[in-house]
Every structure is written in structure tokens, then in C-alpha cells.
């Protein structure tokens, strides 16, 4: 018989993993975090942190409604604001063609029931970002939506992962994992991993392993394909405060916002070069000129500021760009947390409260429903994910 000291082991130190962890210890479950690297190395410590429910797509809507109730009370969840400033989020349209989509989405959201965004015209657009272009002639918000720190919310959840009891092993890969009874035995490799401790047995184990999941994924017998984002990221030199809400453009790649130090945060998921095989990625200078003349065009009065540093990220994306939150389909015992397609800060609180609801209670009332693996298995005859 195995004396077992783990629970459930978690593959990955990101904000998901971290997140899982959190929930499951205080649930009750012993969990230990394995981390390859360090604790937000990847996607969670690259991130631009955006809060939004503004466009999302239906088939997360609901999770990402309930987690925004979360972030509004994330203090409570993990006893740090994280910087969470809810100001809101702006879809900036233009022209008029893009002013009627978005007029078009909210008609059809209102008609299902959900309220959380409208449509400004441009006398508001401008009240709420007097700095934007003349040119702008409205968009659609939502005022809930906001931007948090990275750092403190990364901080903040390792911190409550531990104090409700999760170990966190940094410099510990997972190399293989084999059914063994009633238990999954994970290898592991690492700077961090001495003999005794080169392998762990565990009943649950959650994949919240980012880019790598599908390779975790397939480890257990399920076959999941998935592309490789390596967003990319401008930090400008400090301004003093120009704008508050989070301000995208209909049809083009922008993520404009101010941090508290005063430094614009430029993104929008302009793409760089992945190497998953190097745990590296690459940033395209030509492509990311791209985001700054998108925010020049916006924000004409930032056209003299100095960017100070550029970034890339890595992380999974789907196929229809939606996660994959739920059990694995070969694989008893073992849950799936990953392909969030460059918008999974905004779900961390609630996607690690859905997977202690799988694990603990056998089930959830969270809408998971269309992020189940089968659907993108299905789909592995149709078509493959582009990077
Ligand atoms: C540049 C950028 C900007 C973004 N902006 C936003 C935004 O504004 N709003 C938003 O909602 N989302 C945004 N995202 C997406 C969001 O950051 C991610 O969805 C989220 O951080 C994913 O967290 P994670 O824990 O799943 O993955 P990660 O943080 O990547 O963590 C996965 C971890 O697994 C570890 N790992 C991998 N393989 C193994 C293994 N075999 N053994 C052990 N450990 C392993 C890795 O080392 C890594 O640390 C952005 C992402 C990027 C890159």
C-alpha cells in the first residue's frame, strides 16, 4: 500500500496552478506544486494582466463573469488587492462599419440576458479618455473590467497557496507520468530534484502546465492539438497619469494602458517566436511596430515617448481559442487547465475554484460545459492550430 503524502500534484507554478493549489488546500487536499522553472516564469509573469469580460466569447462568458465578481473581491480570496483597478475597459471603434459590430454584439448580448456591456458614443469615449484621437467615434464598454499587477497578483496567490498548505517545488519538471494502481507516479527532473524525490505519487493531478499542457496532455493518453502564442509586450518610460480604463481598437491589435508607476503597457497580441523545445521566445521588431503605430494612431500625444523594454510570452492556444477546464478524457484522476489563448489572467480565481469543485466534489455548478478536451481531439482530423 502506499503512504501517500500528496493528494493531488500540480503541474506548473503559474497563476493557474497556483490558483488550483490555493483552492484545493482549502478544501482540504495535501497538493504539491511542480514547477519546472520558478513561479511565473512563463505566460503569468509575462502577462499584461487585463481584467476583461468586454467581447468575450460566449462559450466562456459565464466563467469569466463570475470570476470578475471575484476580482472585485480578490482581497478576500488572497489577501492582496493585486492591483486590481477596476476602470473599466473600452472597445474603440474608428469607423462606423466597426461602430455597428460592436452595436450588433451588445443588441445580441442584451437579447441573452447579459448587461455587463454598452455602447459610447464619442462625446463619452472622450470624457472617459480625453487623450484619445479626435478621429475615434465611439466603442463599446465595460465598466467592471479593469487591469491588475502581475507581480503583486502572482505574489499574492503563492503566498495564500502556501499558507493554506500547498509545497511548491521550484526546479522540478515532470518528465513522465505512469498509471500505477489506483495512482498516477509522476518522474521527475530538475536542478531541485535529488534521488529520494525523483518520483511522487498522487491519486488527482491537475495540468496547468501552460504552452507545455498538451505535451503533459499526451503523456496521460490524450492527444490534444495545440498552438504556441508568444505575445508580445512594450513598457514605456513613465508619463504622468493620462488614462485609466484599459482601451482597445475594433479590428486591430492594441491593448493600451497606464500602470499605477505612470508607464504606458502596450500590447494587444502582436506575435513573436516560439520555442517551446528552448522554454524560449523571440521578439519580431518589425511586427511589434506594428502595436505602437496602432498606438500612436489612438494616442497621438505618445508619439515622442521612449519605450523602455519589450517582452514575449508563452502560452497554449486552442482552436477555437476557448480553454480546455475539465477532466481529461483517457485519464481518470487527472484535470486539465490550460489553452487560454492570451486571455487567462482574467480567469484565474475561477478556474482554480472549478477544479477543486471537480476534484473534491466530483462535479461543478461552473460553466465548463464547451471547454471539455473532447471537443478539440474531435477536431484533430479536421485541422490543425496554426502558431
Ligand atoms: C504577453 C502576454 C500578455 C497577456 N495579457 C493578458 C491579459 O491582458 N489578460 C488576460 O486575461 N490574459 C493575458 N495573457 C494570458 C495570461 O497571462 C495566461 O492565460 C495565464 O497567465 C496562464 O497562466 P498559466 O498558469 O496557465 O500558465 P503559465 O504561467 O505559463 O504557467 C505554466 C507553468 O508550467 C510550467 N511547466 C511547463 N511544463 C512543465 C513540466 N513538465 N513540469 C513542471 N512544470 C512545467 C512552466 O514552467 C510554467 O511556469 C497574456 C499572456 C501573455 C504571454
Known sequence: MT??????????????????????????????????AWVGRHASGATAAGVRTLNRDLGELDLALESMDMWHRIKSLVGDDCGFQPYGQICVAEQSDNLVKLEGRVTKLRGMGYQHEAIIDGHELRRLVPAISPHCIGGSISRGDGAADPHRTLAAFRRSAELAGAVIREGCGVRDIERSGQDWSLQLAGPAVSGQHASISVPFVVNAAGAWSGRIAAMVGDEIPLGTKASMMIVTERLAPMIKPVVSIMGRSLSFKQSDQGTLVIGGGLQGVPDL???????????????????????????????????????????????????????????????????????????????????????????????????????????????
Open 3 to 36: 503512504n501517500r503524502v500528496f493528494d493531488v500534484a500540480v503541474i506548473g507554478g503559474g497563476l493557474h496552478g497556483l490558483s488550483a493549489a490555493m483552492h484545493l488546500c482549502r478544501a482540504g487536499k495535501r497538493v504539491v506544486v511542480l514547477e519546472r
Open 277 to 387: 523545445d528552448d522554454e524560449s521566445s523571440a521578439v519580431r521588431l518589425g511586427i511589434l511596430s506594428k502595436g505602437a503605430r496602432a498606438a500612436t494612431d489612438l494616442f497621438p500625444c505618445v508619439r515622442n515617448v521612449r519605450m523602455v523594454r519589450v517582452w514575449s510570452g508563452l502560452e497554449a492556444k486552442t482552436a477555437d481559442l476557448l480553454p480546455v477546464v475539465g477532466p481529461a478524457v483517457n485519464a481518470p484522476g487527472v484535470f486539465h487547465a490550460f489553452g487560454y489563448s492570451g486571455h487567462g489572467f482574467e480567469l484565474v480565481p475561477v478556474v482554480g475554484a472549478t477544479l477543486a469543485d471537480l476534484i473534491v466534489g466530483g462535479t461543478t455548478r461552473r460553466a465548463i460545459g464547451g471547454l471539455n478536451a473532447q471537443r478539440l481531439m474531435r477536431s484533430q482530423t479536421g485541422h490543425d492550430v496554426k502558431s
